[in-house]
């Protein structure tokens, strides 16, 4: 039996049609054969219902001769063509293109057969680097590269410079994303919460998890381009494509693959919220993932002073023991530890509770009314170290600008938090915060706060 296989990634019109194919292929058929069809699928790889039916019925025997119109229209990848090219020899099927004319059972077929793979591959490889160019190329224009619009946002065609340009526009549904920002910058939210008053709000557009409200916080096209987030972007790697001074707060930004760009479209956010927002999430991020452990609030906090690797709290008949994960971590470290857990967490609370005791006067409180601007300071000095040249005698203005804020401050009569009355997971959070690490080796634990 004779199988024809057809294929068509979309419909163009310079692009061979399904029917079309069918008609050449059989007139190279001259007994029982079965059409095989995938449309809308790409030759990139084997991925193919239809191919794979055809590649079964080659194993079983079924099959004595594959014909196509052309052979990108079989596979476009010389690797997927050399291991399907084994198999039909395996199974002694013949292959027949319409187009290319050769004959498999020579030398100078099969040779032929590989040059035309090749230049198929080659062929692929270029458009999918032009592809990936344009897109890039419209983004740094600021014009949407391609893709759905982000929630709150649709896709309008304006002329700009006497082109028609893809350009974001805000929608009815922009008042929500402001409302899950104003939402999320509140400390006592979370994303879960906010997932759940969406669902009770019968906005039906997404599924309210707390991942679809995540996308949103993350999404960097609802930001108002200032320079702190310039500034901001600058210190988590993001590469930026406009000028400094196109960061004037008129307009939003697309992101893209850790490519940033200020776009035509406005932002819905206000920066300071947004950066706000993300800090949050990236914290929270980070606390999730140190604070796993059940069985003390400095799990994840505890290091090996010989080798450096985490320690663990194992409860091994109700009673707890910390092991250095370099003891079975490829057996690199032989550190006994000693140290009790109950022992260091009294050590860590009792610290807290004195410095809290101190905290009443306005210095103390200072810190706290600046925590904004140091966090500022602190980032924009971690961005010095990697910026572009161009960037960085920005980036110590600012700084300058900032170190001046720091001098507002009030004062309050009493801080109040009772760690004891904190659950187990309110603890984390705290001394995720306050301690960076603790070094333990033998008898000893060496604290190092974040204050």
């Given at each position: 039996?004779?199988?024809i296989?057809?294929?068509?990634?979309?419909?163009?019109?310079?692009?061979?049609?399904?029917?079309?194919?069918?008609?050449?292929?059989?007139?190279?058929?001259?007994?029982?054969?079965?059409?095989?069809?995938?449309?809308?699928?790409?030759?990139?790889?084997?991925?193919?219902?239809?191919?794979?039916?055809?590649?079964?019925?080659?194993?079983?025997?079924?099959?004595?001769?594959?014909?196509?119109?052309?052979?990108?229209?079989?596979?476009?990848?010389?690797?997927?063509?050399?291991?399907?090219?084994?198999?039909?020899?395996?199974?002694?099927?013949?292959?027949?293109?319409?187009?290319?004319?050769?004959?498999?059972?020579?030398?100078?077929?099969?040779?032929?057969?590989?040059?035309?793979?090749?230049?198929?591959?080659?062929?692929?490889?270029t458009?999918?680097?032009?592809?990936?160019?344009?897109?890039?190329?419209?983004?740094?224009?600021?014009?949407?590269?391609?893709?759905?619009?982000?929630?709150?946002?649709?896709?309008?065609?304006?002329?700009?410079?006497?082109?028609?340009?893809?350009?974001?526009?805000?929608?009815?549904?922009?008042?929500?994303?402001?409302?899950i920002?104003?939402?999320?910058?509140n400390?006592?939210?979370?994303?879960g919460?906010?997932?759940?008053?969406?669902?009770?709000?019968?906005?039906?557009?997404?599924?309210?998890?707390?991942?679809?409200v995540?996308?949103?916080?993350?999404?960097?096209?609802?930001?108002?381009?200032?320079?702190?987030?310039?500034?901001?972007?600058?210190?988590?790697?993001?590469?930026?494509?406009?000028?400094?001074?196109?960061?004037?707060?008129?307009?939003?930004?697309?992101?893209?693959?850790?490519?940033?760009?200020?776009?035509?479209?406005?932002?819905?956010?206000?920066?300071?919220?947004?950066?706000?927002?993300?800090?949050?999430?990236?914290?929270?991020?980070?606390?999730?993932?140190?604070?796993?452990?059940?069985?003390?609030?400095?799990?994840?906090?505890?290091?090996?002073?010989?080798?450096?690797?985490?320690?663990?709290?194992?409860?091994?008949?109700?009673?707890?023991?910390?092991?250095?994960?370099?003891?079975?971590?490829?057996?690199?470290?032989?550190?006994?530890?000693?140290?009790?857990?109950?022992?260091?967490?009294?050590?860590?609370?009792?610290?807290?509770?004195?410095?809290?005791?101190e905290?009443?006067?306005?210095?103390?409180?200072?810190?706290?009314?600046?925590?904004e601007?140091?966090?500022?300071?602190?980032?924009?000095?971690?961005?010095?170290?990697?910026?572009?040249?161009?960037?960085?005698?920005?980036?110590?203005?600012?700084?300058?600008?900032?170190?001046?804020?720091?001098?507002v401050?009030?004062?309050?009569?009493?801080?109040?938090?009772d760690?004891?009355?904190?659950?187990?997971?309110?603890?984390?959070?705290?001394?995720?915060?306050?301690?960076?690490?603790?070094?333990?080796?033998?008898?000893?634990?060496?604290?190092?706060?974040?204050?």
């Amino acid at each position: 039996m004779d199988a024809i296989y057809l294929r068509q990634s979309a419909d163009k019109k310079d692009s061979i049609s399904i029917e079309t194919q069918l008609e050449k292929c059989l007139s190279e058929s001259k007994k029982e054969y079965m059409v095989f069809s995938d449309k809308g699928f790409s030759g990139k790889n084997t991925n193919r219902p239809q191919f794979q039916k055809m590649l079964s019925m080659v194993k079983n025997g079924n099959v004595q001769r594959i014909i196509v119109y052309r052979i990108d229209r079989f596979s476009r990848s010389i690797a997927d063509f050399s291991a399907l090219w084994q198999v039909l020899s395996a199974n002694n099927v013949e292959f027949v293109s319409v187009n290319e004319r050769f004959d498999t059972s020579t030398p100078i077929g099969r040779a032929m057969l590989y040059i035309i793979m090749s230049f198929a591959q080659l062929e692929r490889e270029t458009i999918a680097e032009r592809i990936r160019d344009n897109y890039f190329s419209r983004l740094e224009r600021g014009v949407w590269p391609g893709g759905p619009p982000p929630y709150g946002f649709d896709i309008r065609k304006t002329n700009i410079d006497g082109k028609n340009l893809s350009i974001l526009c805000e929608n009815e549904k922009a008042e929500n994303v402001r409302k899950i920002f104003d939402l999320y910058a509140n400390d006592d939210s979370s994303l879960g919460m906010i997932g759940k008053k969406m669902m009770l709000s019968g906005e039906k557009s997404l599924t309210w998890n707390s991942l679809a409200v995540s996308r949103i916080i993350k999404c960097a096209e609802y930001a108002k381009c200032t320079s702190d987030l310039y500034f901001y972007l600058l210190s988590c790697g993001i590469e930026i494509k406009s000028p400094a001074e196109a960061f004037n707060g008129n307009f939003g930004g697309i992101l893209c693959k850790n490519t940033f760009a200020v776009s035509f479209h406005k932002g819905v956010v206000e920066d300071n919220v947004w950066i706000r927002c993300n800090e949050k999430i990236s914290k929270n991020s980070a606390i999730k993932n140190t604070g796993r452990g059940k069985y003390s609030f400095l799990s994840g906090k505890l290091k090996c002073g010989q080798c450096s690797r985490t320690v663990k709290i194992i409860n091994s008949s109700d009673r707890l023991y910390l092991f250095c994960s370099g003891r079975t971590n490829g057996q690199i470290c032989r550190c006994s530890i000693k140290c009790g857990i109950k022992e260091i967490e009294e050590h860590a609370v009792r610290t807290v509770k004195e410095q809290l005791k101190e905290c009443k006067t306005d210095v103390c409180c200072k810190s706290v009314i600046s925590d904004e601007a140091n966090r500022k300071i602190q980032r924009l000095i971690d961005t010095l170290c990697d910026c572009p040249k161009e960037s960085a005698e920005l980036i110590k203005e600012r700084i300058n600008e900032l170190a001046k804020q720091t001098n507002v401050y009030i004062t309050p009569d009493k801080i109040n938090l009772d760690i004891d009355k904190l659950d187990m997971e309110g603890q984390k959070k705290l001394f995720s915060i306050l301690i960076e690490k603790v070094v333990v080796q033998e008898d000893t634990a060496v604290f190092y706060w974040n204050f």
